[in-house]
């Protein structure tokens, strides 16, 4: 499967700075989904990201896939602490197969 | 959330016993995944189906075994439960048009003593 590293594995930061998540990969990847997931709940849908050089905004939320297709980012602007969790990117494979990252958990105090 | 519900939600059971988790749906959906969550693995695939009893491996599938004798039904068994299969369980089913996203069910939480 396509294996992909993501860092930091954790982050805390306190509520107004902005925070950065990354997702590398040694292969080429076709597209990449990112997803949250609440403390004690369920991972959620974010986003998927397909073309090379691709950029979408989700309010504060800002998704960059690689020129090269090899990483991918999420970058939120001015946390908020409904921000808390932890993110994972996943690369898609054959039958709709997600490979999750080991993701980064974001921790935001007042 | 893709009306997707979990049973049990907590289970806790003794080494050596077989376990059955069930993941029910209520669309119709073609994809359904099983995953484990352990800290510091993220998920990980154990089985996926792409119909009714057609089932694949993931890439963590020893002890683990899958049916899926309905559409709606996608049940994981563990055959003789050990304390590494300890862990957060979810089941998924993936949408077949536009983006193909999954969307997850609660979770079961088992643990094996």
């Known amino acids: 499967g396509q294996q992909v590293m993501q860092i930091p594995q954790y982050q805390h930061v306190q509520e107004g700075e902005d925070f950065t998540t990354y997702c590398n990969s040694s292969?080429?990847?076709?597209?990449i989904q990112w997803y949250k997931q609440r403390p004690g709940g369920h991972p959620v849908f974010l986003i998927q990201?397909?073309?090379?050089?691709e950029v979408k905004k989700q309010k504060r939320l800002t998704f960059q896939f690689g020129e090269a297709k090899k990483n991918s980012s999420l970058h939120i602007t001015a946390t908020q602490t409904t921000d808390v969790g932890t993110y994972f990117c996943?690369?898609?494979?054959?039958?709709?197969?997600?490979?999750f990252g080991t993701g980064t958990r974001l921790q935001v105090t007042l | 959330d893709a009306g997707i519900t979990q049973s049990p939600r907590h289970k806790v059971t003794e080494t050596g016993t077989p376990v059955t988790l069930r993941c029910h749906q209520t669309?119709?959906?073609?994809?359904m995944y099983w995953y484990r969550q352990d800290p510091g693995h993220g998920l990980r695939l154990i089985h996926y189906?792409?119909?009714?009893?057609?089932?694949d491996k993931g890439e963590v599938s020893d002890g683990y075994s899958v049916s899926r004798s309905k559409t709606e039904d996608f049940l994981l068994t563990l055959e003789s439960a050990t304390s590494s299969q300890t862990s957060v369980y979810f089941c998924?089913?993936?949408?077949?048009?536009?983006?193909?996203?999954?969307?997850f069910g609660p979770g079961t939480r088992l643990t094996v003593t």
């Open positions: 990201l397909v073309k090379s050089g």
């Open positions: 998924a089913i993936s949408v077949t048009s536009g983006t193909y996203e999954q969307y």
């Open positions: 996943a690369p898609t494979g054959t039958a709709s197969k997600l490979t």
């Open positions: 189906s792409y119909g009714v009893k057609d089932t």
């Open positions: 292969t080429t990847l076709s597209n």
């Open positions: 669309e119709n959906h073609r994809y």
